[in-house]
């Protein structure tokens, strides 16, 4: 079992940067990636980006390369989304997710963390 804990969100301003933050705990030795999800209102969940757990390589979804960074500090099992540049349209509740090694997909999730941007 894996808990994911998500802090960071808040409301902002257009143009400012934020960064969300997800603490992993729980039975991290089985993990494979982690990843950041969204949410908008009125819409379907989303991927946003994600990192494997070894090397550590990155993947984004098309709407926010280059704006939103994702990170991981094994040290403290912690993944980060450094986001800047926020825009109204980013709006949404953030979630963090886990995926075993031994799965395709994501399977546990955090509880999320919502982030409003103001223009």
């Known amino acids: 079992q894996v808990q994911l804990v998500e802090s960071g969100g808040g409301l902002v301003q257009a143009g400012d940067a934020l960064r969300l933050s997800c603490a992993v705990s729980?039975?991290?030795?089985?993990?494979?990636?982690m990843g950041w999800f969204r949410q908008a209102p009125g819409k379907e969940r989303e991927f946003v980006a994600d990192?494997?757990?070894?090397?550590?390589?990155?993947y984004y979804a098309d709407s926010v390369m280059g704006r939103f960074t994702i990170s991981m500090d094994n040290a403290k099992n912690t993944v980060y989304l450094q986001m800047n540049s926020l825009k109204p349209e980013h709006t949404a509740v953030y979630y963090c997710?886990?995926?075993?090694?031994?799965?395709?997909?994501?399977?546990?999730w955090g509880q999320g963390t919502q982030l409003t941007v103001s223009s």
């Open positions: 997710a886990s995926r075993d090694y031994w799965l395709t997909d994501f399977g546990s």
């Open positions: 729980g039975r991290t030795f089985s993990l494979a990636a």
């Open positions: 990192i494997r757990w070894g090397d550590l390589s990155t």
